[in-house]
């Protein structure tokens, strides 16, 4: 067979068509690189913008579990603070009450046939407690003509309602305290027992025993309070 060879313009467009082909090639190579780089992106972009949102959900949740907690410790702080500033407040008026009713005890001496009367029931009362034929009686100096007199009712009433004899006797060597505001004590069981009803001592059983009872009538019922005796 006979061979011919290329002239130049042969040579020329089959180096064009091999340039247009390889550049086509490269074309398509580079476009499958772009669209697998371009898919790799969008990848581990996606995987980047869902660690991101996930760590940024978590220190979300995480501050707003420790501001809840600070809201809370607060919010208990206050209440605290004002439950005890109101306690405080209802302690200094129920203090002040009674204050002031001590400061007027002796003013309950002033009436001579009241006071007469209730140093008999004190009396009374000492006596029924003791239940001894016989017992004595502490009063204030200034007192002791009333008290005689409450004396002598004292050991009518008890033998009318006991039908026993009682010998009530007025130790007025011992007398009470003159700062006493009134009231008297009585003595049993040879000396060694002493029933106290002087009226401070009156007070004081009265600020501990009267003293729920005074407090929810001055403040309302305690809602914390789940015991009553």
Not at 161 to 186: H, M
Not at 199 to 226: C, I, Q
């Amino acid at each position: 067979m006979s061979q011919h060879a290329l002239s130049d313009d042969q040579v020329s467009t089959e180096l064009k068509k091999m340039t247009a082909f390889i550049r086509q090639e490269a074309l398509e190579k580079a476009k499958e690189i772009q669209i697998k780089a371009d898919e790799e992106f969008a990848i581990e972009k996606s995987k980047l913008v869902r660690e991101e949102t996930a760590s940024i959900d978590s220190n979300y949740e995480k501050k707003f579990k420790q501001a809840a907690m600070s809201q809370q410790i607060t919010r208990s702080t206050v209440a605290n603070k004002t439950r005890l500033r109101v306690l405080s407040a209802r302690q200094e008026i129920l203090d002040d009450l009674f204050e002031q009713a001590r400061k007027k005890l002796p003013d309950f001496t002033k009436d001579k046939g009241k006071y007469q009367t209730t140093l008999k029931n004190l009396i009374l009362e000492g006596a029924y407690a003791l239940n001894e034929g016989k017992i004595g009686v502490r009063a204030r100096k200034p007192d002791y003509d009333v008290v005689k007199k409450a004396i002598g009712d004292a050991q009518k009433e008890y033998k009318e309602k006991t039908r026993k004899e009682i010998t009530i006797d007025l130790d007025e060597q011992n007398p009470q305290p003159q700062a006493c505001a009134g009231g008297l004590s009585i003595v049993g069981g040879g000396g060694k027992i002493d029933v106290n009803n002087t009226f401070e001592e009156r007070l004081r059983l009265l600020e501990t025993d009267a003293l729920p009872s005074v407090r929810s009538t001055l403040f309302g019922p305690n809602e914390n309070r789940k015991f009553f005796d």
